[in-house]
């Protein structure tokens, strides 16, 4: 059994993958605990931090986002943050016991001038002692090793869904677009966070089709955030069909299989899920969340709901 534990495999088929979404459910997550444990420490989960540094106005029409120019969505565009206002919500994540901190820009890509105003805020956070991650778009080759030199250890640009489904979610960029960032980002040495959303309205073989899509990079995402879709009023997908929440941990467990050295982040929609649900998540191989009330724009639960649960399941902050 020890052998296809410690594999690494880059190869995947979407038939393989559809073979282990297919199992019995004990059997499947049976395999994701096997190689969670071998890999990581089951009884840690990494915390994470987001901030919303510029939110809203984005000219991007990805149908589940909120922050888009293009919905009429309740949110108001505001500018980028300041260096010091966004260093001190870092420091107030890091006292609550984050150790990594993501910062996210509702652009399609950055301007030059604004990318100095993130790196400014990199280098804050990083001297801090956190871990630092930025969300901000299309990034060129150039721009990816300015922020390199910032001392930026992530930068997250999901995949979002399979490569066939895309086109019906975001109609402003293709997927090609998505690969060139991620390559350029990978080019200039910088750590990849990269997932997607489930619950949007696709089929599991699309489900199949991001997992493989992910796998299939040429380095495994250091961090893959599994998304469930918060359906917002105003957004083309806010009366999307809700996901089967069993559906959505087999979705967890396969991407912990395929990638069983990558953080398995569970993100956006654990407001709405039952505590039940996330154990389930993390029995499956989930390793990391996002803490704090808000994020980008969408409910989060709070840090006491979160603190009480991974005190319930005996679960430690990954150091
Ligand atoms: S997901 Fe990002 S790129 Fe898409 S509309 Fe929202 S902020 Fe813009």
């Known amino acids: 059994m020890g052998e296809w534990l410690d594999e690494i495999r880059h190869d995947w088929t979407r038939a393989e993958l559809g073979a282990l979404y297919d199992l019995a459910f004990s059997e499947l997550v049976f395999r994701?605990?096997?190689?969670?444990?071998?890999?990581f420490d089951p009884a840690r989960v990494q915390l994470a931090t987001l901030l919303s540094i510029k939110t809203g106005g984005c000219p991007e029409d990805c149908a589940y986002c909120p922050q888009s120019a293009q919905y009429e969505t309740g949110v108001d565009a505001a500018k980028l943050m300041d260096v010091a206002a966004v260093v001190s919500e870092a420091r107030r994540a890091r006292e609550a016991g984050s150790t990594r901190f993501c910062m996210g820009a509702a652009?399609?890509?950055?301007?030059?001038?604004?990318?100095?105003?993130?790196?400014?805020?990199?280098?804050?956070?990083?001297?801090?002692?956190?871990?630092?991650?930025?969300?901000?778009?299309?990034?060129?080759?150039?721009?990816?090793?300015?922020?390199?030199?910032?001392?930026?250890?992530?930068?997250?640009?999901?995949?979002?869904?399979?490569?066939?489904?895309?086109?019906s979610i975001i109609t402003t960029r293709v997927y090609r677009d998505r690969l060139e960032t991620l390559a350029n980002v990978r080019a200039a040495g910088i750590?990849?966070?990269?997932?997607?959303?489930?619950?949007?309205?696709?089929?599991?073989?699309?489900?199949?089709?991001?997992?493989?899509?992910?796998?299939?990079?040429?380095?495994?995402?250091?961090?893959?955030?599994?998304?469930?879709?918060?359906?917002?009023?105003?957004?083309?997908?806010?009366?999307?069909?809700?996901?089967?929440?069993?559906?959505?941990?087999?979705?967890?467990?396969?991407?912990?299989?395929?990638?069983?050295?990558?953080?398995?982040?569970?993100?956006?929609?654990?407001?709405?899920?039952?505590?039940?649900?996330?154990?389930?998540?993390?029995?499956?191989?989930?390793?990391?969340?996002?803490?704090?009330?808000?994020?980008?724009?969408?409910?989060?639960p709070a840090r006491d709901r979160d603190g009480a649960l991974l005190a319930r399941l005996g679960l430690a902050p990954l150091e």
């Open 107 to 167: 652009w399609r890509e950055p301007k030059d001038r604004d990318l100095g105003s993130v790196c400014a805020m990199v280098e804050g956070v990083k001297r801090l002692g956190l871990e630092t991650c930025v969300t901000l778009g299309m990034l060129t080759h150039a721009q990816a090793l300015r922020l390199k030199s910032a001392g930026l250890d992530f930068y997250n640009h999901n995949l979002d869904t399979s490569p066939e489904f895309y086109g």
């Open 32 to 39: 994701a605990q096997a190689v969670h444990r071998r890999h």
């Open 191 to 300: 750590s990849l966070c990269c997932g997607g959303i489930v619950g949007m309205g696709e089929s599991r073989a699309d489900r199949i089709g991001l997992i493989h899509a992910l796998a299939t990079l040429p380095e495994h995402p250091e961090s893959v955030p599994i998304n469930l879709l918060v359906r917002v009023k105003g957004t083309p997908l806010a009366e999307a069909e809700p996901l089967d929440a069993l559906e959505f941990v087999r979705t967890i467990a396969v991407a912990r299989i395929a990638m069983p050295r990558s953080v398995v982040r569970l993100s956006a929609g654990r407001e709405a899920m039952s505590d039940e649900t996330q154990a389930l998540c993390f029995l499956a191989g989930a390793n990391s969340i996002f803490c704090g009330p808000r994020l980008l724009t969408t409910p989060n």
